[in-house]
């Protein structure tokens, strides 16, 4: 039986979504044809350096249909933020439909050993109308 504690806050530790870019992408998947690019970053102004060791995303499709991404580290990393520093990077979300929301969350742990959660702010992806 697992009894390391849940995950907790971490105050002083933030994500922002700092752009969202559609993208057409012609190798795109025929069943996600709709690819937003999100530029993030995730930023410690706590007091302790943090380890980003996964990610979990949801993205709910107007449609009713819920995709969960979850996995090690960010885009291949596992960085690590002394406190003052940021962690800012790329990647996309390709939907099934012309409209979705993503949030999620990222998990870390402290140099102390202390698991932490940061929120992911929920985000909504609006295919454009001319695509």
């Known amino acids: 039986m697992n009894t390391s504690p849940l995950p907790q806050e971490l105050p002083g530790l933030r994500v922002t979504l700092d752009r969202l870019v559609y993208r057409h992408a012609p190798e795109a998947s025929p069943d996600r044809p709709h690819c937003f690019v999100y530029f993030i970053s995730i930023h ?32 291949g990393q ?37 698991r932490v959660v940061v929120r992911i702010p929920c985000f909504e992806m609006i295919v454009p109308p001319e695509q």
Do not use: M
């Open 78 to 114: 596992t960085p690590c933020l002394d406190p003052g520093e940021k962690f800012s990077y790329n990647s996309q979300h390709c939907i099934e439909t012309p409209r979705a929301t993503a949030e999620g969350s990222y998990l870390g742990v402290t140099a102390s050993g202390q």
């Open 44 to 75: 410690n102004q706590s007091d302790q350096t943090l380890t980003i060791k996964g990610r979990k995303w949801v993205v709910a499709h107007d449609d009713g249909t819920t995709t969960v991404v979850e996995g090690d580290g960010v885009v």
